[in-house]
T-cell receptor, first 116, second 111 residues
Framework: DAGVTQSPTHLIKTRGQHVTLRCSPI?????VSWYQQVLGQGPQFIFQ???????GRGNFPDRFSARQFPNYSSELNVNALLLGDSALYLC???????????????FGAGSRLTVL | EDQVTQSPEALRLQEGESSSLNCSYT??????LFWYRQDPGKGPEFLFT???AGEEKEKERLKATLTKKESFLHITAPKPEDSATYLC????????????FGGGTRVLVKP
């Protein structure tokens, strides 16, 4: 079975540009979350979507946006890139996305973004 | 605000030398504490979920335990293939399935 797939795996952008990262969840999973991981640190929560609705947003500027499509795949968009946006962007999917119980998140391999 | 702190930041072990990693947490309404393993350049790989104080779970050379304030990941007789970064995270309150991660512990096991 395919796990969480992300594309592209690596990309290089310059300051001020825009980037779109894509994520396909595990088949049957209805929730997708995005995390930013700077080198040497733990992942930081950016967004969660469940059943195509935003269910949570982390402490990131409005330059970051996301959406979930009817097939439950997702896109993360970042505008006006800054050097500090260089990081590994992780997508995670889970069967459910509500606040009942503990939901295990399965992570993809990530998209490595370098901003020059 | 949920907080998770892991110690030590890095750990160098000889093969067979058992040790423990610590994860201290402050949350309101813990729903689950998670341990993940992350290899360089890859996404975190799920290891365990612990739900309540006193719970323990084992997988091969790894054993995770939970108290009301912290969790431990014990590595028994580690092998070089256990070298990785181990991440602790919590899910709490009404924040959907948001995970709050600690900074991780980088473990290097030398043969």
């Amino acid at each position: 079975d395919a796990g969480v797939t992300q594309s592209p795996t690596h990309l290089i952008k310059t300051r001020g540009q825009h980037v779109t990262l894509r994520c396909s969840p595990i088949s049957g999973h209805k929730s997708v979350s995005w995390y930013q991981q700077v080198l040497g640190q733990g992942p930081q929560f950016i967004f969660q979507y469940y059943e195509k609705e935003e269910r949570g947003r982390g402490n990131f500027p409005d330059r970051f946006s996301a959406r979930q499509f009817p097939n439950y795949s997702s896109e993360l968009n970042v505008n006006a890139l800054l050097l500090g946006d260089s990081a590994l962007y992780l997508c995670a999917s889970s069967l459910f996305g509500d606040s009942s119980g503990a939901n295990v998140l399965t992570f993809g391999a990530g998209s490595r973004l370098t901003v020059l | 605000e949920d907080q998770v702190t892991q110690s030590p930041e890095a750990l160098r072990l000889q093969e067979g030398e058992s040790s423990s990693l610590n994860c201290s947490y402050t949350v309101s309404g813990l729903r689950g504490l998670f341990w993940y393993r992350q290899d360089p350049g890859k996404g975190p790989e799920f290891l365990f979920t612990l739900y309540s104080a006193g719970e323990e779970k084992e997988k091969e050379r790894l054993k995770a335990t939970l108290t009301k304030k912290e969790s431990f990941l014990h590595i028994t007789a580690p092998k070089p293939e256990d070298s990785a970064t181990y991440l602790c995270a919590v899910q709490a309150g009404a924040a959907g399935n948001k995970l709050t991660f600690g900074g991780g512990t980088r473990v290097l096991v030398k043969p």
